[in-house]
């Protein structure tokens, strides 16, 4: 019996060859993967799940998702420094699929002008260049006769006086808006000696400064922002109560994105009004925080903004550091319409924005740039390829009514779109751009509705209605 038993364990043995394991073995595995793979298809291309839930509903495009949002890299330096080719990039797996100018109109075209217009361009009712005109105005009253700031205060002989005390100079360049903010913010009515009856508290540490400070930069940036929470949780009341939720910040380089990353509750409580405000990278919370304007300082206006004189069509200068900027520049760099320039114009952009009609905003590193802001200063109707970009002030303005919001995945048919617009939606457009211009516009001092009160107003709106006060009043310094 104990022989039997042994000759049949052998032919077992015998009967199935080595490779015939290994099939048998990765069959099940190569079967699992496959039914994984078309599951994920499935979902990719027939849910919404891949979109993001808290999307403005004139950003939410109606193609799903592109992928390659999720290569492009970050970077918290200038946005004009690191080059991509333009011919071989990720995204022509994306960009050189079909697409039509009808196909394009049905998709995020449609939730630009279709809206506006309607099928006939005639229905001009939903053109107001802010959502609700009558409550803005009314609301921004009571902003500006109501609304309370305490300011951190901070000695002249603060080892940080450079990056915590008032500006008291003119800013310049990319940054300049975060600096203008606190400018005006501390020479203005809004500011209270009173922390019992501010309704929000302003930390007035400069990210820009910070980064370029010898003794933090960017390495040591978040200790900064901890040390620096802790100790006015530690001197004062005010964030204990709160947990910091009636705080904010303003930061406009994008390195501000990554600030808190030491100090989690201010990150996810305090109110962040930041250039960088994209609601696809985690960290930025639409509705708690604020997008604020990138406005490169300009010295003067311009005197010709008449839309007879714009003969070309679109205008883009800028180096290629992202996929989205490569993708346009491949389709687009050799058309005689469309000016898609690599690097930056000899002359001035400000003479190509003028006589073009429309003037293309697209996402860097970064989905902020000061072309957008340009763009309105120069009267040209901004093109908006910066998908999860929440643009500027917009609880307040409805950006359908003085832009064009295009789609990654639309880029090659970018011509057809803009050649789309009837001479009568542009006009209606461009004379609306003309109409928000001096919400985008920083003034010394502040006027009304500029970008300075614009942003104060936006603060307003995330204001909280219950004001905790302290049993006993105690004086600071």
Same mark, same amino acid.
């Given at each position: 019996m104990g022989k039997s038993s042994v000759v049949i364990y052998n032919v077992s043995k015998q009967q199935y060859p080595p490779t015939f394991k290994i099939f048998f073995f990765l069959l099940p595995i190569s079967l699992a993967i496959t039914t994984f793979l078309l599951i994920f298809i499935y979902i990719y291309t027939t849910s919404r799940v891949f979109a993001n839930p808290q999307a403005s509903p004139f950003l939410e495009p109606a193609t799903n998702l592109s992928l390659f949002d999720l290569i492009i890299p970050v970077s918290t330096d200038n946005e004009e420094t690191i080059p991509f080719s333009i011919d071989n990039t990720a995204e022509d797996l994306f960009f050189d699929l079909p697409r039509t100018a009808s196909y394009a109109k049905q998709s995020q075209w449609s939730v630009g002008l279709g809206d506006l217009f309607g099928s006939g361009g005639n229905n001009m009712n939903n053109t107001e260049i802010y959502h609700d005109t009558d409550i803005f105005l009314e609301d921004y009253k009571e902003m500006n006769k109501s609304l309370k700031i305490?300011?951190?205060?901070?000695?002249?002989?603060?080892?940080?006086?450079?990056?915590?005390?008032?500006?008291?100079?003119?800013?310049?360049?990319?940054?300049?808006?975060?600096?203008?903010?606190?400018?005006?913010?501390?020479? #203005?009515?809004?500011?209270?000696?009173?922390?019992?009856? /501010?309704?929000?508290?302003?930390? *007035?540490?400069?990210? $820009?400064? +910070?980064?370029?400070?010898?003794?933090?930069?960017?390495?040591?940036?978040?200790?900064?922002?901890?040390?620096?929470?802790?100790?006015?949780?530690?001197?004062?009341p005010y964030w204990n109560r709160t947990g910091g939720a009636d705080h904010f910040y303003v930061a406009c380089?994008?390195?501000?994105?990554?600030?808190?990353?030491?100090?989690?509750?201010a990150k996810e409580n305090s109110i962040q009004v930041v250039c960088s405000?994209?609601?696809?990278?985690?960290?930025?919370?639409?509705?708690?925080?604020?997008?604020?304007?990138?406005i490169w300082p300009k010295e003067q206006d311009p005197k010709k903004?008449? #839309?007879?004189?714009?003969?070309?069509?679109?205008?883009? /200068?800028?180096?290629?550091?992202? *996929?989205?900027?490569? $993708?346009? +520049?491949?389709?687009?760099?050799?058309?005689?319409?469309?000016?898609?320039h690599f690097g930056r114009l000899e002359t001035d952009d400000g003479e190509e924005q003028l006589?073009?009609?429309?003037?293309?905003?697209?996402?860097?590193?970064?989905?902020?740039?000061?072309?957008?802001?340009d763009a309105i200063h120069y009267g040209c109707v901004p093109v908006i390829l910066a998908n999860h970009y929440d643009l500027p002030f917009a609880d307040i303005l409805n950006w359908k009514s003085f832009s064009v919001v295009v789609h990654y995945m639309d880029i090659p048919v970018l011509k057809k779109i803009l050649q789309g617009i009837s001479l009568e939606e542009y006009l209606w457009l461009q004379s609306n751009v003309l109409k928000v211009r001096k919400?985008?516009?920083?003034?010394?001092?502040?006027?009304?509705?500029d970008a300075f009160y614009m942003a104060m107003y936006e603060l307003w709106l995330r204001r909280s209605s219950v004001r905790v006060r302290l049993s006993a009043s105690k004086e600071y310094i």
């Amino acid at each position: 019996m104990g022989k039997s038993s042994v000759v049949i364990y052998n032919v077992s043995k015998q009967q199935y060859p080595p490779t015939f394991k290994i099939f048998f073995f990765l069959l099940p595995i190569s079967l699992a993967i496959t039914t994984f793979l078309l599951i994920f298809i499935y979902i990719y291309t027939t849910s919404r799940v891949f979109a993001n839930p808290q999307a403005s509903p004139f950003l939410e495009p109606a193609t799903n998702l592109s992928l390659f949002d999720l290569i492009i890299p970050v970077s918290t330096d200038n946005e004009e420094t690191i080059p991509f080719s333009i011919d071989n990039t990720a995204e022509d797996l994306f960009f050189d699929l079909p697409r039509t100018a009808s196909y394009a109109k049905q998709s995020q075209w449609s939730v630009g002008l279709g809206d506006l217009f309607g099928s006939g361009g005639n229905n001009m009712n939903n053109t107001e260049i802010y959502h609700d005109t009558d409550i803005f105005l009314e609301d921004y009253k009571e902003m500006n006769k109501s609304l309370k700031i305490f300011v951190y205060p901070h000695k002249p002989d603060d080892p940080f006086a450079n990056v915590l005390l008032p500006v008291d100079f003119d800013p310049k360049g990319h940054y300049a808006s975060e600096l203008y903010f606190k400018k005006a913010l501390v020479n #203005s009515h809004f500011i209270t000696k009173d922390p019992n009856e /501010a309704d929000l508290f302003y930390m *007035p540490f400069s990210i $820009a400064d +910070l980064r370029h400070d010898p003794r933090i930069g960017p390495e040591g940036l978040q200790d900064f922002i901890k040390d620096y929470i802790v100790n006015i949780s530690h001197q004062y009341p005010y964030w204990n109560r709160t947990g910091g939720a009636d705080h904010f910040y303003v930061a406009c380089h994008s390195i501000g994105r990554i600030a808190m990353d030491k100090a989690v509750d201010a990150k996810e409580n305090s109110i962040q009004v930041v250039c960088s405000s994209t609601y696809f990278v985690a960290g930025y919370f639409p509705h708690k925080d604020v997008s604020m304007p990138q406005i490169w300082p300009k010295e003067q206006d311009p005197k010709k903004l008449v #839309s007879s004189k714009r003969n070309q069509l679109a205008f883009f /200068a800028g180096q290629v550091n992202s *996929p989205v900027r490569a $993708a346009l +520049l491949k389709h687009w760099r050799n058309d005689t319409e469309i000016f898609a320039h690599f690097g930056r114009l000899e002359t001035d952009d400000g003479e190509e924005q003028l006589r073009s009609k429309f003037c293309l905003h697209v996402k860097g590193f970064e989905v902020n740039t000061a072309r957008v802001t340009d763009a309105i200063h120069y009267g040209c109707v901004p093109v908006i390829l910066a998908n999860h970009y929440d643009l500027p002030f917009a609880d307040i303005l409805n950006w359908k009514s003085f832009s064009v919001v295009v789609h990654y995945m639309d880029i090659p048919v970018l011509k057809k779109i803009l050649q789309g617009i009837s001479l009568e939606e542009y006009l209606w457009l461009q004379s609306n751009v003309l109409k928000v211009r001096k919400h985008f516009k920083w003034n010394v001092p502040p006027v009304d509705y500029d970008a300075f009160y614009m942003a104060m107003y936006e603060l307003w709106l995330r204001r909280s209605s219950v004001r905790v006060r302290l049993s006993a009043s105690k004086e600071y310094i």
